[in-house]
């Protein structure tokens, strides 16, 4: 993974809902919660009848993490929540992290937030390192 990568990608052991389950007991465990959960395959199923491998998004966030970083800059707020994405793909269930480093880098790139984002950062990839397997 180079410094710019967007995201932090594991492959996970089992289909995508048990990752997903996995994976949200993994963030509960950090102080995260999933303040909503978007299963992208059944929405494109039912709006368009279209059939495609098992997407699902989780929004999470660490309210402690969010004040600290809403204090640090309002605007930070169209940045919120981390999201974090299960999918199908090639028979394998992958896991991608979108970085909040590079995430905060690109688009607000105050020092407080920096440090911010990688603490945050760090609890996330454990979160999905763990629910993987690695």
């Known amino acids: 993974m180079s410094r710019n990568d967007p995201t932090y990608r594991r492959v996970a052991a089992g289909d995508p809902e048990a990752v997903?389950?996995?994976?949200?007991?993994?963030?509960?465990?950090?102080?995260?919660?999933?303040?909503?959960?978007?299963?992208?395959?059944e929405i494109l199923r039912e709006k368009l009848g279209s059939r495609v491998a098992p997407v699902i998004l989780l929004d999470v966030c660490s309210p402690r993490h969010a004040l600290a970083a809403l204090s640090a800059s309002r605007e930070v707020a169209t940045l919120l929540p981390c999201k974090i994405a299960v999918s199908e793909e090639g028979g394998r269930t992958q896991i991608a992290l979108q970085r909040p480093t590079v995430v905060l880098g690109a688009f607000l790139p105050l020092p407080a937030l920096q440090e911010l984002g990688d603490q945050?950062?760090?609890?996330?990839?454990?979160?999905v390192d763990a629910s993987a397997g690695t």
Do not use: Q
């Open 20 to 41: 997903t389950a996995r994976l949200e007991a993994e963030l509960k465990c950090r102080g995260f919660g999933v303040l909503s959960t978007i299963r992208v395959h």
């Open 120 to 127: 945050v950062e760090g609890e996330l990839r454990a979160a």
